[in-house]
């Protein structure tokens, strides 16, 4: 069956880069997403990957792209403390299924 | 912008109370969906519905209903609450069938 694997914690110092890793099991998936979630708050689009692109990067964020193991990551340039939350990676399996999500990684940013 | 809204931030209802949550999404989706959010557990699928009074069940649907009655509202009902559906409710709504899906604020809801 579908399934996104994420680990469950990282923590990194305020100016570092932050990589958050994720991998999902349906070959078939033709978008993946990582959405940010707050405290206390719903879940935001952060972005999204088409499953024809190996990397895609909006401003101080880059996602790869690993078809062939399954593997995307998101990584967070020049870490800020406002970037501390919840960090969920999801994928759409194939056929008209909702999005399937990981457990989420929480981001802890130490100043 | 999408805008999806819940009717309320935080609840505390009793046991054995029925209890409704709403949802309202503003941009004409066809597809609304309800997860509960539990720490160590990530999100769990309740419920969702591809069209008005259609419904199909998630991975968690046991103790909870839905109603769509109309397109741009998704109702959650808890027949009989219990405490052990003390959560984060979030509501999302997405177009077509591989869209974007878009997050309300999530009632935390909890039951004594």
């Known amino acids: 069956g579908e399934d996104v694997e994420q680990s469950l914690f990282l923590s990194v110092r305020e100016g570092d880069s932050s990589v958050i890793n994720c991998t999902y099991t349906?070959?078939?998936?033709?978008?993946l997403y990582w959405y940010k979630q707050e405290p206390g708050a719903g879940l935001q689009l952060l972005t999204y990957i088409f499953s024809n692109m190996d990397m895609k990067q909006d401003q101080r964020l880059t996602v790869l792209l690993n078809k062939k193991d399954k593997h995307l990551s998101l990584r967070i340039a020049d870490t800020q403390t406002g970037d501390s939350a919840i960090y969920f990676c999801a994928e759409i399996p194939s056929g008209n299924t909702p999005l399937v999500f990981g457990k989420g990684t929480r981001l802890s940013v130490i100043a | 912008d999408v805008k999806v809204t819940q009717s309320s931030r935080y609840l505390v209802k009793r046991t054995g109370e029925k209890v409704f949550l709403e949802c309202v999404q503003d941009?004409?989706?066809?597809?609304m969906f309800w997860y509960r959010q539990d720490p160590g557990l990530g999100l769990r699928l309740i419920y969702f519905?591809?069209?008005?009074?259609?419904?199909e069940k998630g991975d968690i649907p046991e103790g909870y209903s839905v109603s769509r009655e109309k397109k741009e509202r998704f109702s959650l009902i808890l027949e009989s609450a219990s405490t052990n559906q003390t959560s984060m409710y979030l509501c999302a709504s997405s177009s077509g069938t591989r869209g974007t899906q878009y997050f309300g604020p999530g009632t935390r809801l909890l039951v004594l």
């Open positions: 941009m004409d989706h066809e597809n």
């Open positions: 519905s591809y069209d008005v009074k259609m419904k």
């Open positions: 349906d070959s078939s998936s033709t978008y």
